[in-house]
């Protein structure tokens, strides 16, 4: 299960290593991830799964290496970067609405600007996948005016908005109080089912045994392990991967 | 006070060429502000050296030096002028807009900076970022510094008086030597037809914030 041809992966990292000054935040990671296929990327804080996410659609630059979506190489920056964005949805932790604009134009202004769709169109994809994340009748509401768990079901149908080929998932409900966590994780959980690539950065262990095909533990920069769910959490192989999994169940 | 009734035309046309030098540098500087503001936080090294090198020399050196250089420098490079007050303009937007730049700028920095990643995120160019995410955002936090800036431009435009061009304070220099016994009057009109145009500025960017909070 583990092992996959780079070839046919939609998305691939291939040695890529990325340093904040002194320290080494990337350590010559490999990853390959096949269309449809969900990757839970787990690890302790600093271990380098959000910086890994944020690199997939170039939030953070790397230093060397190659990150490849669909087989085309990150452009650099301007057109081609913005571009290929636009394939590239992402979620963030703090949700980051837009907040000057209703719910409904949070969801429609990437396709009316970015795809050129007339606002007709747009408002009736929008209402739709509004309606989907279960928050239609917020739409003509002002982010703030909304709950965390709303708002981040918000930002889920904006990056789907864009019909993207793969999602990442920044620690999406690492900002949420525990009664909305679950709301956002049957989104993301609806989503795997239908088919939907992606990449999560979460600590949400239910998620990752649910609706993940391959669980990849980071630890320092490094990718540590990378297996199945069933595997990870049943017998992980390395001693680091076992010290996180017994502080996590402790509790 | 007979003074002031007496010359009240060479007043009003001084107050109407003072208000037409502030309304024009104002709009120059707001628009070539932005686009300094712009630039500096634009991904092309060179934009951001260029906008950083302009606003550091012009913020830091007195106006009359922008003056000089564009009532004497220019015409000596052979940029030629019917009027002065074209002259007067130049000086006036192009020093004005160094302050407008940073006034922008620092509206853009607090705009949080996941409001741009997300734009990003969804595909938008760097000019949809700005102008479709974050200038909207940062208009509200600009405007109290912005009418600070435009009301030291009215004022500032006295400085045309001494580079030939008749506006309020010209005029008021004029009166003040033709009527030695009454300077104190003269200047009190004088500063009359100023607070004219700066108290409503005051009284607009109360106006106006309250207008974009609500819009948030």
């Known amino acids: 299960m583990t092992t996959q041809v780079p070839g046919d992966a939609l998305v691939s990292l291939n040695a890529v290593n990325k340093h904040y000054g002194q320290l080494h935040v990337l350590k010559d990671i490999n990853l390959h991830v096949r269309k449809g296929e969900v990757v839970v990327v787990i690890g302790p804080s600093g271990s380098g799964k959000s910086t890994l996410c944020r690199a997939i659609n170039r939030l953070e630059t790397i230093d060397d290496g190659v990150i490849k979506i669909d087989g085309k190489e990150l452009p650099a920056e301007g057109k081609e970067l913005a571009k290929l964005r636009a394939d590239v949805g992402m979620v963030f932790q703090s949700f980051n609405l837009f907040a000057h604009k209703t719910i409904l134009e949070n969801v429609t202004l990437g396709p009316i600007k970015v795809k050129g769709l007339s606002k007709a169109e747009a408002d009736k994809d929008a209402m739709a996948l509004l309606e989907r994340v279960g928050v239609g009748h917020q739409a003509p509401k002002l982010p703030a005016q909304l709950s965390g768990g709303q708002q981040q079901r918000v930002a889920i149908a904006r990056a789907l908005a864009m019909k993207p080929k793969v999602m990442l998932f920044d620690e999406p409900t690492s900002a949420l109080d525990p009664e909305m966590i679950n709301e956002v994780l049957d989104v993301m959980i609806q989503l795997a089912k239908e088919g939907m690539t992606m990449i999560v950065v979460t600590h949400e262990m239910g998620f990752a045994r649910k609706a993940a095909d391959r669980v990849v533990f980071m630890d320092g920069g490094q990718i540590v392990e990378d297996a199945t769910p069933e595997e990870f959490f049943t017998n992980p192989k390395s001693s680091r991967a076992k010290d996180f999994l017994s502080k996590l169940l402790t509790h | ?216």
């Open chain 2, 1 to 216: 006070m007979d003074v002031i009734i007496d010359n009240l035309p060479a007043y009003v046309d001084g107050f109407l060429r003072t208000l037409f030098l502030s309304v024009v540098s104002g709009i120059f500087a707001l628009i070539f502000g932005t686009l300094l503001a712009a630039a500096r936080v634009s991904p092309i090294a060179a934009l951001r050296g260029f906008s950083m090198t302009y606003v550091e020399i012009v913020r830091n050196t007195p106006l009359t030096i922008a003056f000089f250089f564009a009532a004497v420098v220019l015409p000596r490079l052979g940029v030629t002028f019917q009027q002065f007050e074209v002259a007067a303009i130049i000086a006036l937007s192009a020093y004005t807009s160094a302050f407008i730049a940073e006034a922008v700028r620092s509206g853009v920095n607090s705009v949080p900076v996941g409001q741009a990643e997300a734009a990003r995120s969804i595909g938008m160019k760097f000019s949809q970022v700005l102008t479709l995410i974050i200038l909207p955002q940062a208009l509200r936090t600009v405007i109290p510094p912005m009418i600070n800036i435009l009301i030291a431009l009215v004022k500032n435009s006295s400085v045309a008086g001494a580079f030939y061009v008749l506006e309020l304070f010209g005029y008021g220099r004029q009166l003040a030597n033709a009527n030695g016994d009454a300077v104190l009057w003269v200047l009190v009109g004088v500063a009359f037809f100023y607070l004219l145009i700066t108290v409503p500025l005051g009284y607009l960017a109360n106006l106006v914030e309250r207008k974009v909070a609500i819009a948030r």
